[in-house]
């Protein structure tokens, strides 16, 4: 590692998706060493891996970008590490080298069940593994799910669109349903989203559920006339169906029970109809304990994520807890990781992107947090103690990944899949190419010999 890439102070940054490379650019180019580190190969995160597969132009904006970062020389990527404390490293290791930060962006990685009777049947899925598994993630890319012909989506978010536009598009399912806990006024997703699915949209069904919400809708000061126009204002743009998929929402209605066969496979969905209710100013779903079965054989939770909550940091509501009395507040947002328990700051620790804030926001958003995230770690940095001997911290750091026994990617190992990638992509006519499994990568990068035979 030459001397002269580096600065003042030494950060390690934990996750390499939107937030935690726009974080390290700009820490790089304030006077900060930066060691990230990356769970997956690849980076990018949810922008490589969330993002639907058939938007190459957008992704491969962003993955421009990304290598435009990744080539800063104040910037070390060691990809294929786990930070947490069942990872590779905790964040006490971390700290215990001598990193004067780390910044945690690690997105939100875990998984929010609701606790419904059946949620453990087979045809039971969450959409992020799903979303994982079409944009070949290892090892959801190879994994198997069991997607019937009727699937039921619980949520009315773009990740709910994203799914039903896979289903629709590439699995072509017979029926598609969108349960939605409040009324048509409620739902999250953009009318750019709907567009891919809105030719599939049964709208005899569309209309009739405005009318069932229609007076509960009032009841609240809504109108569900403007919610009907919203939706049906994605059709004149909207992608021409390429399957006969039924889809339809079925709104008020709230998930009570997923009912399972002898044989422990999903084949009916109990929902329970709701109403709505002003709270503190905030419409909410009421349930009214009437319940009826829609005949599906698949659920997919669309619901949004939470953090991990094995980690190592302290969690409260789905979220990392942060400083509720920041000392290097940005915005009016506090970043600094928090332990409620101790009643203090958690050492040296900094929280950004979706870590911060979970399943919130477009990927400018989460930029914008993780450059934020990184304007607080500069703050903190002014006054924390000086840095020794930045070398013998990184190559005590390296020494210690040579021991974990496991390949750990470098920038020059990512140029060599790069490469690769853009050979299959023209070999076989596609606009771009993934290796599904991290064994096919290890090989085009040559830290893995090819299994022969
Ligand atoms: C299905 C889906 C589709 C989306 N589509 C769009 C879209 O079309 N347009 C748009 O603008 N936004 C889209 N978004 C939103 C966008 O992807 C997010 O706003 C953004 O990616 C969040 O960035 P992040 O860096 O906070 O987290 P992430 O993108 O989740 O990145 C987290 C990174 O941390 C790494 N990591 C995780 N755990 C660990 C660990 N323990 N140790 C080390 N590293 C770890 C991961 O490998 C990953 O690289 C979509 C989101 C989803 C879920
Ligand atoms: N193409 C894109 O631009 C794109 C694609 C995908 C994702 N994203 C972004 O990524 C972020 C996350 O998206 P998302 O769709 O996961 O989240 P989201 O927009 O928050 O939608 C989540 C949906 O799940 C419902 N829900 C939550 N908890 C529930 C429960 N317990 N029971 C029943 N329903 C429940 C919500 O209903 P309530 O409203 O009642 O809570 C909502 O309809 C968003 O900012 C989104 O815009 C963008």
């Not at 419409?283 to 054989?297: E, F, H, M, S």
Request: charged letters at 25%.
């Amino acid at each position: 590692m030459a001397e002269e890439t580096f600065g003042r102070y030494l950060v390690a940054v934990i996750g390499a998706g939107p937030a935690g490379l726009f974080a390290s650019r700009l820490l790089a180019i304030n006077d900060v060493h930066v060691v990230l580190l990356n769970r997956d190969i690849i980076p990018g995160g949810l922008a490589e891996y969330g993002i639907y597969f058939d938007k190459y132009k957008m992704k491969e904006g962003l993955r421009k970008q990304f290598q435009q970062i990744l080539d800063l020389p104040a910037i070390d990527y060691f990809g294929n590490v786990i930070v947490g404390d069942n990872g590779d490293f905790r964040l006490s290791d971390l700290r215990a080298l001598g990193f004067q930060a780390l910044l945690v962006t690690v997105g939100a990685q875990g998984t929010k069940w609701l606790g419904l009777p059946g949620e453990n049947l087979v045809g039971v899925y969450h959409a992020k593994d799903l979303v994982f598994h079409y944009n070949l993630l290892p090892p959801f890319s190879t994994k198997d799910f069991r997607i019937g012909k009727r699937v039921a989506l619980i949520g009315a978010g773009n990740v709910m669109l994203d799914i039903a536009h896979w289903l629709i598009h590439e699995l072509m399912v017979d029926e598609v349903i969108s349960v939605v806990r409040r009324g048509p006024n409620e739902v999250k997703f953009s009318k750019e989203e709907l567009k891919t699915v809105v030719h599939n949209l049964d709208l005899a069904k569309l209309f009739s559920e405005i009318e069932r919400a229609r007076l509960i809708a009032n009841a609240v000061g809504q109108n569900v006339d403007e919610a009907k126009d919203y939706i049906l204002s994605a059709l004149p743009k909207g992608l021409p169906a390429v399957s006969k998929t039924r889809f339809y929402f079925d709104f008020l209605a709230s998930p009570s029970r997923i009912v399972g066969n002898e044989q422990g496979y999903v084949n009916g969905l109990e929902i329970e109809d709701t109403t709505l209710e002003c709270v503190e100013g905030e419409v909410q779903a009421r349930r009214l304990g009437t319940k009826r079965i829609l005949d599906v054989d698949t659920v997919i939770f669309c619901i949004g994520d939470k953090v991990d909550e094995s980690f190592g940091l302290p969690v409260r509501h789905n979220a990392f807890v942060k400083n509720p009395n920041p000392l290097h507040p940005v915005d009016g947002l506090s970043f600094e990781a928090y332990d409620p328990d101790l009643n203090r700051p958690v050492d040296r620790v900094f929280v950004a992107g979706w870590s911060r804030e979970a399943s919130s926001g477009l990927v400018g958003i989460a930029r914008k947090d993780g450059e934020n995230g990184a304007r607080a770690v500069l703050e903190y940095l002014q006054s924390a103690p000086g840095l020794m001997n930045p070398t013998s911290i990184l190559d005590e750091f390296t020494a210690k990944m040579d021991k974990l026994n496991k390949p750990i990617i470098h920038k020059s190992d990512l140029q060599k899949l790069i490469e690769a990638q853009v050979k299959e992509a023209e070999k076989s006519g596609l606009p771009a190419y993934k290796f599904p499994t991290n064994d096919e990568m290890l090989v085009v990068m040559g830290l893995k010999k090819p299994v022969i035979g």
